[in-house]
């Protein structure tokens, strides 16, 4: 897999067209499956028991005028056309919203930013364009009053616990929808106890799924989708043109009117159900980075939306001639589906509800990775399940357990109604997220004018803010599910970022300035042993109290030192080229360096091969970048006495140092610097011929050399964070029980996984906080 291959440099959207409408054909079956479902529950949601079909045909014509315009508002004009561009460097989310805004304005709230950072490929693309005055004064108060750095930081989260919220109500309303087509087979006393059954089965089919990946389950499932959207196109056009070829009248925005004046209270709140018409619009941002802009937009335009209006008018055209139905179910999908063609269409509906199901999934295996990259959700295994597509995850503890949340859900409520104003609920609130993020990002990072901004929250966020009120009110209903799934999240989310803020600061406060490590000699009795160690710490700058517990107990460290941080950035990617900041630390020969790895919310972390191998390169290219006449980009580090060099990964040095292990390779350009004979493995590494090298230079590689032939071992901190004595109540929950138990359950650092249990050694210290 060429992890390297997917940053910026290889976008999806500059691949041909073959490639862009390969993607729109795998877009059906994976984000498009939801919003395609819709037209099984729309309509019997809405007429559940707020508002009854007349003879006047006004209720059912305002329900299509609402449907129609609500179709062309939301997910046309808002998403396809206007969110869609608002991508971070190619990935969508409520996430990819606010680290856009983290770098515009720098809100963010991860502890450990550096002014380096913004020299990033990125960072610079996005200062390309100059703000205008009003920009600038809101760019300063949001970067100045840290109460408003958490408001933002607590709307990211809400919007996605309510996407988790809708992977778990997604999936339940859909399969349900579905096989609700089975009472009209069988008598009402039988088929209550079978759809609950049958729907369970196809949702514990559908998250076993998931492990094959999102490449696969497109191609399988974008057929489905397709016949299923000509299935209702064509009944569509059939019912029009049989029972009410004038039915486009009510395209009108005056049935609207109508409906409302005729219905009052009772069309205000049955618009909980006409707003499931639009749930799996936000998958179309959320799943950005799986596909691309242009592919999603394609398919939608052209596909998808053509046919959920042709649906729905037919819907409309046959019950305005079918006033008065026998049975329950009066108003569902399947009565206006001819009899002959019922069972076909019921199977097609099932597997289209699996497909729609699937959408919402892969939307939130993308916003967790995002929130665990950025500190914000416990750490989890992530699976990559393309090598060509680096979106494409499946995260296992998630899938398992909205499965089993999903399940409790469908026995819990067992009918479409409860669901479908939990979903509502969970889908609106989405969605009012991504309107105050678009409405800042518009003049913070366009910079555009205010007053566009301005007209863009009050246009969407009133139509929006309409359809929460409608839904919020069936709380008791059903709509407490999401807000209690929400909430539950929210919890977990903000106690696992704040404990690990925290920790950050206790471990600032607490470092060991510079001078200390100056002041250790063999005269103190520290000895320094052969080989490389590698001490992990979230630091950017000092050294951490860890490494001063160590020699405290242990007097000895090795005779190469690197304080490593891996850290994340608000950056989708980040270029192989601009991978490591590397440093020295204290006088030449104390051998001291420091290596900042940076990775984007979507990079991949190397294995432990590869990684090693390119630290180990990237030291030795920055004490090359050290003699006479190398030209390298520097930083300042946070401390005075550090300077910083920005160096790439291997791949990167094309007239750079490389290493080679056990392989006898000449170059007649390059120049091997090789260590004696040991009965380790033989380490060389080959540096370009001209500028010649010092003789300080080639004796600090000798020894770097040796060490990495004798081995390496790392440190890392193992910490109990407690709060301190006179913390509140709350403070104590949260750090004590929360984080505590949040941090002893989840998995550790990608990273430090990966490094062998015999070389790797864990110092334990108690943090009060």
Not at 233 to 250: D, K, M
Not at 270 to 297: K, P, R, V, W, Y
Request: hydrophobic letters at 45%; proline letters at 4%; one cysteine or more.
């Amino acid at each position: 897999m060429d992890i390297e291959s997917w940053g910026r440099e290889n976008p999806i959207k500059k691949e041909s067209w073959r490639t862009v409408l390969a993607l729109a054909y795998q877009s059906l079956g994976v984000v498009y499956g939801d919003l395609s479902t819709s037209p099984l529950y729309v309509y019997k949601s809405t007429f559940a028991e707020d508002i009854q079909h007349s003879e006047s045909n006004d209720e059912i014509f305002g329900v299509l005028s609402f449907v129609f315009w609500t179709l062309t508002l939301i997910p046309l004009l808002k998403y396809v056309f206007i969110v869609l561009r608002a991508d971070d460097n190619g990935e969508g989310g409520t996430f990819a919203l606010y680290s856009l805004l983290c770098r515009h304005a720098r809100v963010s709230t991860l502890p450990n930013g550096q002014l380096a950072d913004e020299d990033l490929y990125e960072y610079k693309n996005d200062r390309n364009l100059s703000a205008d005055r009003i920009g600038m004064s809101l760019k300063s108060t949001l970067e100045k009053h840290r109460f408003l750095k958490k408001i933002l930081l607590i709307l990211a989260l809400i919007g996605t616990c309510m996407v988790i919220g809708d992977g778990v109500l997604t999936p339940a309303i859909s399969v349900f929808s579905a096989v609700s087509g089975l009472e009209l087979s069988m008598a009402k006393h039988h088929h209550q106890y079978v759809e609950v059954p049958v729907a369970c089965v196809i949702l514990v089919f559908l998250f076993f799924l998931q492990h094959y990946g999102t490449h696969r389950i497109g191609f399988l499932f974008a057929p489905i989708v397709i016949t299923w959207l000509l299935c209702i196109s064509a009944i569509g056009l059939y019912n029009i043109f049989l029972w009410n070829p004038h039915v486009y009248q009510a395209l009108s925005p005056y049935y609207m009117y109508k409906f409302l004046k005729k219905t009052q209270r009772g069309g205000w709140m049955s618009l909980g159900g006409i707003l499931l018409c639009i749930t799996g619009s936000e998958a179309m941002f959320a799943d950005l980075g799986h596909f691309s802009q242009l592919s999603i937009q394609i398919a939608f335009t052209f596909v998808v939306y053509p046919s959920l209006i042709l649906a729905y008018m037919g819907q409309a055209a046959y019950l305005s001639k079918h006033h008065v139905i026998q049975g329950d179910y009066h108003i569902g999908f399947y009565v206006s589906v001819p009899e002959k063609l019922r069972y076909p269409v019921l199977a097609i509906a099932i597997l289209a509800a699996v497909v729609g199901s699937q959408a919402i999934i892969t939307g939130t295996f993308s916003i967790i990775k995002q929130c665990s990259a950025l500190g914000c959700f416990p750490r989890v295994k992530i699976v990559h399940t393309s090598s060509k597509i680096h979106g494409q995850i499946y995260i296992p503890e998630i899938n398992w357990t909205l499965m089993l949340l999903c399940l409790a859900v469908t026995i819990g409520f067992r009918d479409t109604k409860h669901i479908s104003n939990a979903s509502g609920l969970a889908v609106i609130t989405v969605m009012l997220v991504t309107t105050c993020f678009m409405s800042l990002v518009i003049v913070l990072c366009w910079h555009k004018n205010v007053l566009l901004a301005i007209c863009f929250i009050f246009f969407f966020g009133s139509i929006e803010a309409l359809y929460f009120s409608a839904s919020l009110i069936k709380f008791l209903e059903g709509a407490w599910v999401p807000i209690v799934l929400s909430l539950i999240f929210l919890v977990v989310m903000y106690s696992w970022h704040y404990g690990t803020l925290k920790k950050y600061e206790f471990d600032v406060e607490n470092k060991i300035p510079i001078n200390w490590l100056l002041t250790l000699s063999p005269n103190l009795g520290i000895t320094r042993v052969r080989g490389i160690g590698l001490i992990h710490t979230e630091l950017v700058s000092g050294i951490p109290a860890i490494f001063s517990h160590f020699v405290t107990n242990l007097p000895a460290f090795h005779q190469v030192l690197v304080f490593l941080c891996v850290k994340s950035v608000p950056v989708p990617h980040v270029r192989p080229e601009e991978r490591f900041l590397v440093g020295r630390i204290g006088p030449k020969e104390y051998r001291v360096y420091r290596c900042i790895a940076r990775y984007g919310y979507r990079d991949i972390h190397m294995d432990d091969v590869e990684f090693e191998k390119d630290l180990v390169c990237s030291i030795a290219e920055f004490i090359r970048s050290e003699g006479p006449a190398q030209s390298f980009e520097t930083v300042e580090g946070i401390d005075d006495n550090e300077k910083l060099t920005v160096i790439g990964t291997t791949s990167t040095h094309v007239d750079g140092v490389t290493m080679c292990e056990d392989v006898d390779t000449k170059d007649t350009e390059m120049i091997e610097i090789s260590s004696p004979e040991v009965p380790r493995k033989r380490v060389r590494f080959l540096v370009p011929e001209s500028p010649q090298m010092d003789l300080s230079v080639r004796a600090e590689l000798q020894e770097l050399m040796e060490a990495r032939e004798a081995g390496m071992a790392f440190i890392l901190g193992h910490c109990y964070v407690r709060a301190k004595r006179g913390s509140s109540l709350i403070k104590k929950l949260v750090v004590d029980i929360g984080y505590d138990f949040l941090r002893r359950n989840c998995r550790g650092p990608t990273y430090a996984l990966s490094f062998p249990r015999a070389s790797t050694l864990e110092v334990g210290m108690i943090y009060h906080v």
